[in-house]
């Protein structure tokens, strides 16, 4: 089982930063992907980013490449930091960002269902 608590979301400007964390708890979390999901009102939730335990498998939607960077601190096998920096925030940004894991040692996948363990979301709003 995997417990995971996200923090750090709030009401910026375009071209702002922001960085979210995500506290990952439980066994063994080596072993565990780690990654980030949007939703934005009316729109279906999208992946974001994801990370394996050390950073040496790391995948971005296309959509945030040079904005965004997934990082991952993963020296304590039952808790787990993981970070969401975001630069040049723009209004199509705004969503509720989740953190998101499964199982396995390399981020082969993208979708919203192969991903079990979630927290609840932190409201990231974005104004022109």
């Known amino acids: 089982q995997v417990q995971l608590v996200e923090s750090g979301g709030g009401l910026v400007q375009a071209g702002d930063s922001l960085r979210l964390s995500c506290t990952a708890s439980g066994q063994s979390l080596g072993v565990y992907i780690m990654g980030w999901f949007r939703q934005a009102p009316g729109k279906e939730r999208e992946f974001v980013a994801a990370?394996?335990?050390?950073?040496?498998?790391?995948?971005?939607?296309d959509s945030v490449k040079g904005r965004l960077t997934i990082s991952r601190d993963s020296d304590k096998s039952d808790k787990n930091m993981v970070y969401l920096q975001m630069n040049s925030l723009k209004p199509e940004d705004t969503a509720v960002y989740y953190c998101?894991?499964?199982?396995?040692?390399?981020?082969?996948?993208?979708?919203?269902?192969?991903?079990?363990?979630w927290g609840q979301g932190t409201q990231v709003t974005v104004s022109s």
């Open positions: 998101a894991a499964y199982r396995g040692l390399y981020v082969s996948t993208t979708k919203a269902v192969d991903y079990p363990y």
């Open positions: 990370t394996s335990r050390r950073g040496g498998s790391i995948v971005y939607a």
